[in-house]
């Protein structure tokens, strides 16, 4: 009877010891896994902004894109009206100087 006392106490040591290492074995894998998630979570930031700068980009583009395209026809436009103006300039010059 007192040896399966002893061997009571010992199975008692042991889970006991067995209970604290599986405690410490959790809490380092709860802070391994706090670690990840935080890092998961930086990750997903990242990209967040990445995804904003890139539609921010984007919409710029867009807008440089039209305000390109109608560039050269106000150039052409202008180009026209001092063409004509030239002209009718000239014509005028020659007319009273009779030379046409």
Same mark, same amino acid.
């Not at 010992?10 to 391994?32: C, I, Y």
């Given at each position: 009877s007192v040896g399966s006392g002893? +061997?009571?106490?010992?199975? +008692?040591?042991? *889970?006991?010891?067995? @209970? ?7 809490? @380092?894998?709860?802070?391994? =896994? /706090? /670690? #990840?998630?935080?890092? %998961?979570?930086? &990750? ?8 904003? #700068?890139e539609v921010e980009f984007h *919409? @710029? %583009?867009?807008?440089?894109n039209k305000a390109s395209q !109608? !560039? ?5 436009? +202008? =180009?026209? +009206? %001092?063409?004509? %103006? @030239?002209?009718?300039?000239?014509? /005028? ?5 009779? &030379?046409?």
């Amino acid at each position: 009877s007192v040896g399966s006392g002893a +061997v009571a106490q010992e199975t +008692v040591e042991l *889970d006991s010891q067995s @209970q604290r290492n599986a405690k410490e074995h959790f809490s @380092q894998m709860e802070r391994t =896994l /706090s /670690s #990840l998630i935080s890092k %998961t979570d930086m &990750i997903l930031r990242q990209a967040d902004y990445a995804k904003e #700068l890139e539609v921010e980009f984007h *919409d @710029q %583009t867009i807008a440089m894109n039209k305000a390109s395209q !109608w !560039w050269p026809i106000v150039q052409l436009c +202008v =180009l026209l +009206v %001092t063409g004509f %103006t @030239q002209a009718n300039h000239m014509i /005028s010059f020659f007319r009273k100087h009779h &030379i046409y």
